[in-house]
């Protein structure tokens, strides 16, 4: 059976695949870009096939196969634009009309419970998608979730950091509201569960976990395990600009996203009834399981994605390739070559680099960075790296992007997602003994050139620092 999976490189792709991989099914990723798609670290080479192509743009569509039995729809552009409710429709109507030429028997949607009478733009737009999507000539099978519940997970990243970071919260009203929180392994048993079932084409359902709560009790229940005592009080005054800002400088979202996050969790996300764990034979897990089992995979090291990842999480949307070459005309460059004590040593330090292990110089003038970037309404240092020891292009790593990271040809390339004026390019690079860290501004204009010779004294410091931690043993 051969299945077209969109989304490939977002957070619920990345779990979805393997599992497909495991089950015999013969995999197209549909992705954005190329370059972000790397699949080396849990699927055999010649299994999948990839293609390129842009759902927003029905022309690049046309490398769809026509001999697809089930495709899933994973893709969504909220808090890409100003007007992703737009995109969103846009993007399912490309879809469905591309597949009016193929085999396909059935499309799986994951979408957001919307049984609310007033629903939030974002969930407008999920129902929406819906709708379009049901006007196709093969079966839909929509999948509604709430809240999901596992490592990397955006909606666990951020009661995490609320609740690690805050030991006192005051909080705004909507923290009351009511969801149904469920784990991301029974996510991706539903959709896996629902493939070629016809009891399930054109169906719609909910799917929940064990328990229903409140926000606030979820980050209490979190708390509890975690073993920290935590005290919460709600304000009815908070507005949603300011509960958007309270998300955007306590956790690692991204100020787009906590907008749209925010105008979500004043809706209520309770499930209506189905028999579909029924058909599915599932049991659901409770919030505190979900939780267990997700600090169980951080703990391993074993986090297949998350958020962050996402071009979402950064201040622009781009495709990887556009930057892959970095320019030499008009730029500022600060190129350091040492030679390495232990090549291998070097390597590893390269390869761990950023996220929990730090700078490995001046630490805290990069932790310093990361604050002003955030006030100004960047990215900062929050977003750390997804995995300690692994590095993978399109992967966020604090405030950079990876744009290229090959271990065997011991070649890091990163591009930064601070505000800057200008763009800007990190590079590590090994050739026999010797290491060599290139660091590449191009300004924008006047102020860009103010801005390199104003902080170069500083650059020339900590890039120093930094090559020389990098290459020497002490």
């Not at 992703?84 to 994951?110: D, P, W």
């Not at 950023?354 to 310093?368: Q, S």
């Not at 004294?457 to 120093?464: G, Q």
Request: proline share 3%.
């Amino acid at each position: 059976m051969k299945i077209l999976l969109t989304g490939a490189t977002g957070y619920i792709g990345k779990r979805l695949l393997p599992v497909l991989i495991s089950k015999g099914y013969k995999v197209v990723c549909s992705v954005r870009d190329k370059n972000k798609f790397n699949a080396d670290n849990f699927i055999k080479e010649g299994e999948i096939e990839v293609i390129e192509n842009d759902l927003t743009d029905k022309h690049t569509l046309n490398n769809i196969p026509s001999d697809l039995d089930i495709a899933f729809y994973l893709v969504h552009s909220m808090s890409t634009s100003r007007d992703y409710g737009e995109l969103e429709q846009r993007s399912a109507i490309n879809f469905r009309e591309s597949l009016q030429h193929t085999n396909v028997k059935q499309v799986i949607y994951l979408s957001g419970i919307v049984n609310a009478e007033k629903l939030s733009k974002h969930l407008s737009s999920r129902k929406t998608v819906e709708m379009e999507l049901r006007k196709g000539n093969f079966a839909l099978t929509t999948i509604r979730a709430g809240i999901i519940i596992g490592s990397g997970s955006a909606s666990f990243e951020i009661i995490r950091d609320l609740v690690e970071k805050l030991p006192v919260m005051v909080a705004p009203k909507w923290l009351n509201t009511k969801c149904q929180p469920v784990g991301i392994s029974d996510v991706i048993k539903v959709m896996t569960g629902v493939i070629n079932l016809e009891e399930t084409f054109d169906q719609s359902y909910d799917i929940y976990g064990k328990d229903t709560l409140t926000y606030k009790q979820m980050l209490l229940q979190f708390a509890e395990e975690r073993g920290l005592k935590r005290f919460i009080r709600t304000v009815p005054v908070m507005t949603p600009r300011l509960s958007s800002y309270w998300l955007y400088f306590i956790t690692s979202t991204s100020y787009k996203l906590a907008t749209a996050l925010v105008d979500s969790m004043k809706v209520e996300a309770i499930a209506t009834g189905n028999n579909l764990y029924e058909i599915l034979q599932l049991k659901p897990l409770s919030y505190r399981a979900s939780i267990q089992r997700a600090f169980k995979k951080i703990e391993q090291n074993e986090i297949l994605s998350s958020w962050k990842d996402s071009t979402v999480s950064g201040r622009i949307n781009y495709k990887i390739s556009e930057f892959m070459t970095v320019p030499t005309f008009g730029c500022y460059v600060d190129k350091r070559i040492k030679q390495m004590d232990d090549a291998d040593a070097s390597l590893e330090k390269i390869w761990r680099i950023g996220g929990e292990t730090g700078w490995y110089y001046a630490t805290w003038l990069w932790k310093i960075r990361g604050f002003l970037d955030k006030l100004a309404g960047g990215v900062g240092l929050r977003r750390g790296r997804t995995n300690v020891d692994d590095i993978n292009s399109g992967d966020a790593l604090d405030f950079w992007r990876v744009l290229y990271a090959d271990k065997s040809e011991g070649r890091l390339l990163l591009f930064a997602e601070m505000k800057l004026p200008g763009e800007a390019w990190l590079e590590f690079r090994m050739e026999g003994n010797e290491l060599i860290q290139t660091a590449t501004f191009r300004p924008k204009g006047l102020t860009g050139r103010l801005y390199w010779i104003g902080i170069y004294p500083l650059h020339a410091s900590i890039f120093e620092g930094l090559i020389k931690k990098l290459a020497y043993k002490k």
